[in-house]
Nanobody, 111 residues
Framework: QVQLVESGGGSVQAGESLLLSCAPT????????WGWYRQVPGQNRQMVAT???????NYADSVVGRFTISRDDAKDKNYLQMNHLSPVNPAVYYC?????WGQGTQVTVSS
């Protein structure tokens, strides 16, 4: 069964950057929209960014101007470049494509 695998999370200081990557373990045909979501323990999962096949992007208000989502269809991968990270509660970032979800990657930003 195909799974999505995220990578690139970690612990950083406020103001630093992280690049998250997501790739499937097998082939997912015709991924129309890739997405990144964020979940803090005890809270609902929230959309961070999405990108469709035309390259149209959508961002949560809190990350506009700091985060950039991109996709590489030739490699069947997508990325979330996170700049100027703010000190917020530790969260797990999840990648999604079609009906698939990854296991998540932890991001912690300290002040």
């Amino acid at each position: 069964q195909v799974q999505l695998v995220e990578s690139g999370g970690g612990s950083v200081q406020a103001g630093e950057s992280l690049l998250l990557s997501c790739a499937p373990t097998g082939t997912i045909y015709n991924v129309f929209t890739w997405g990144w979501y964020r979940q803090v323990p005890g809270q609902n999962r929230q959309m961070v960014a999405t990108i469709n096949k035309s390259g149209d992007t959508n961002y949560a208000d809190s990350v506009v101007g700091r985060f950039t989502i991109s996709r590489d269809d030739a490699k069947d991968k997508n990325y979330l470049q996170m700049n100027h990270l703010s000190p917020v509660n530790p969260a797990v970032y999840y990648c999604s494509a079609c009906t698939y979800w990854g296991q998540g990657t932890q991001v912690t930003v300290s002040s």
